[in-house]
């Protein structure tokens, strides 16, 4: 449960009172800021207001201050948001990406920068951290806390990082390779160098300060804490009640709109013969690009999207995951799935497939009798079912009798997505007139940055399996649009985020279990 409690950390990033005096001084390449409720081109000198952001992108960068003394550099393809805490300090809300702070404040005030995964909070220093929970302190320290508002001291020239179990981990020095790494990827900012630590006196005040309001902030993140276990509760409610999992993974990045994107996935065990896999995709702002022209509008705003796997074998699985290899080997056609539920919804909208087990002989989705055993699936959009025996080039009446495609069966195109039209279908409700829709649908497959990948990007990389699809994701989008123009989704679209990294945990789960037993039996 601790990836939803990272969610749900990002919305209480920022609540705003009075601003600091924080401007944009710097800009290299293609930065945006959003400014006055719209997106546009960053410029130096821009002032910005509560909850604005700055957004950079492959090969850009950004610097701004606050009240004239903290500075903060924002790294190529990163997105932060701009705040204050009712308790006087400056919030930095990081989404995505990287940023380094040299802190020099003002008599009074805090200093927080806020990821998905940590806090960083701080009075006077120099550090950069990133989306993912990595930091590196380059002088002055800095309480670092994980979901659970666990801390650690993150002293000069120490690194710590968010670790799978939502905690820091315990702090180390830097190697000099790591210092010049990061000094290295800093450059060029204009003016990282030109601001001194200041003398022995002012360090020493500042950590007296700091060490001061420790246990202040330590007590507000316990807070912080409890408000997310009060939020999670309704969370689980929202998800199905969904309880203890087996697994769960997250990541950050941005989707095929540009959009940030927070992915959590679970594997959840209801029972012992129930299997749900869980994927979240979690945007606080949305806007769709409409890559394929198609003409579609949707809504702006947070969104949360999921897509829900639920299985109910006909036999009990064991505890351990490990153990599903050869349990489920060693029992052969015995063993099948008596249902099958998949649910794909953006909390307003939803697709349902459920599907039984049926035995040869039976009926099928369109009545006909069984050849083999199998599971057979009924479709539902917004609780109308679609009549599978309807055939739209059957009807003299239909208006759409054929789908479209692409790519066509044998061609392969250069980039890795594909769209659909599906053809006439009908849908029913028990009481209501039949209703007509087609499905638009798009599919991506993308990096962390939103750019389509290639074919090439798989066949010529020197990396291993893991690290590359660490770094890949899919991308579906859904329409549903009766036959006379109007939208059946009431929020647009279904738009889903998956990536594989539930699937390279477990599969790095069973070769860490196998080398255990491989070295287990060499030692024997």
């Known amino acids: 449960m601790r990836k939803i409690s990272l969610i749900l950390i990002a919305s209480l990033f920022i609540a705003s009172v009075s601003l600091a005096d924080t401007r944009i001084t710097f800009v290299s390449g293609s930065v945006n800021a959003f400014h006055k409720g719209q997106w546009v081109e960053a410029k130096s000198g821009?002032?910005?207001?509560?909850?604005?952001?700055?957004?950079?992108?492959?090969?850009?960068?950004?610097?701004?201050?606050?009240?004239?003394?903290?500075?903060?550099?924002?790294?190529?393809?990163?997105?932060?948001?701009?705040?204050?805490?009712?308790?006087?300090?400056?919030?930095?809300?990081?989404?995505?990406?990287?940023?380094?702070?040299?802190?020099?404040?003002?008599?009074?005030?805090?200093?927080?920068?806020?990821?998905?995964v940590?806090?960083?909070?701080?009075?006077?220093?120099?550090?950069?951290?990133?989306?993912?929970?990595?930091?590196?302190?380059?002088?002055?320290?800095?309480?670092?806390?994980?979901?659970?508002?666990?801390?650690?001291?993150?002293?000069?020239?120490?690194?710590?990082?968010?670790?799978d179990d939502g905690k820091p981990t315990e702090p180390r020095d830097m190697t000099p390779e790591e210092k010049q790494n990061a000094e290295n990827e800093w450059q060029g900012f204009g003016d990282i160098g030109d601001q001194g630590k200041g003398d022995q006196e002012d360090k020493k005040a500042e950590k007296e300060a700091f060490n001061k309001e420790m246990e202040r902030l330590r007590h507000e993140l316990l807070v912080i804490v409890e408000q997310i276990k009060n939020d999670l509760a309704q969370t689980r409610e929202l998800t199905n009640e969904i309880k203890e999992s087996d697994f769960s993974t997250g990541r950050t990045l941005r989707d095929v709109h540009g959009n940030v994107v927070r992915v959590e996935q679970h594997v959840l065990r209801p029972d012992n013969h129930t299997l749900e896999f869980l994927n979240l995709t979690k945007r606080a702002e949305y806007s769709y690009s409409d890559r394929q022209k198609w003409g579609f509008t949707v809504p702006a705003g947070s969104r949360?999207?999921?897509?829900?796997?639920?299985?109910?074998?006909?036999?009990?699985?064991?505890?351990?995951?490990?153990?599903?290899?050869?349990?489920?080997?060693?029992k052969g056609d015995d063993m099948h799935p008596d249902s099958v539920n998949v649910?794909?919804?953006?909390?307003?909208?939803?697709?349902?497939?459920?599907?039984?087990?049926?035995?040869?002989?039976?009926?099928?989705?369109?009545?006909?009798?069984?050849?083999?055993?199998?599971?057979?699936?009924?479709?539902?959009?917004?609780?109308?079912?679609?009549?599978?025996?309807?055939?739209?080039?059957?009807?003299?009446?239909?208006?759409?009798?054929?789908?479209?495609?692409?790519?066509?069966?044998?061609?392969?195109?250069?980039?890795?997505?594909?769209?659909?039209?599906?053809?006439?279908?009908?849908?029913?409700?028990?009481?209501?007139?039949?209703?007509?829709?087609?499905?638009?649908?798009?599919?991506?497959?993308?990096?962390?940055?939103?750019?389509?990948?290639?074919?090439?990007?798989?066949?010529?990389?020197?990396?291993?399996?893991?690290?590359?699809f660490k770094k890949v994701a899919g991308e579906q989008i859904i329409f549903c649009r009766e036959i006379n123009g109007t939208d059946f989704f009431v929020k647009g679209n279904l738009d889903i985020v998956t990536t594989p990294d539930m699937m390279i945990a477990v599969v790095q789960k069973l070769g860490t279990q196998i080398g255990e037993l491989s070295k287990s039996s060499s030692d024997d």
């Open 46 to 116: 821009m002032s910005l207001d509560a909850k604005d952001k700055v957004k950079t992108v492959s090969g850009s960068k950004a610097a701004l201050v606050v009240d004239e003394q903290t500075r903060i550099w924002v790294s190529q393809n990163s997105e932060m948001e701009v705040s204050e805490s009712s308790g006087g300090g400056n919030v930095f809300g990081l989404l995505l990406g990287k940023i380094r702070a040299k802190v020099k404040l003002l008599a009074g005030r805090k200093f927080s920068v806020k990821t998905p």
């Open 304 to 330: 949360l999207d999921m897509v829900s796997v639920k299985m109910k074998m006909n036999m009990s699985l064991p505890d351990q995951i490990t153990d599903w290899p050869s349990y489920i080997s060693s």
């Open 343 to 468: 649910k794909m919804s953006n909390m307003k909208d939803e697709m349902e497939f459920t599907g039984e087990w049926r035995l040869k002989g039976q009926p099928d989705e369109k009545g006909n009798a069984l050849e083999d055993d199998r599971l057979v699936f009924d479709s539902y959009i917004n609780g109308w079912k679609v009549d599978e025996t309807y055939d739209a080039e059957l009807d003299p009446t239909a208006v759409y009798k054929e789908g479209q495609d692409y790519p066509k069966e044998g061609e392969e195109p250069e980039e890795l997505f594909f769209w659909s039209i599906s053809p006439q279908l009908k849908i029913t409700k028990d009481g209501m007139p039949d209703k007509y829709v087609r499905l638009f649908t798009e599919g991506y497959v993308i990096n962390n940055d939103g750019n389509v990948l290639r074919m090439r990007d798989f066949t010529s990389t020197s990396e291993d399996p893991f690290t590359v």
């Open 118 to 163: 940590a806090v960083a909070s701080v009075r006077g220093t120099d550090f950069d951290i990133d989306s993912e929970g990595k930091l590196n302190v380059f002088g002055g320290m800095v309480g670092y806390s994980g979901a659970d508002g666990q801390g650690k001291d993150v002293g000069e020239g120490q690194t710590s990082q968010v670790g």
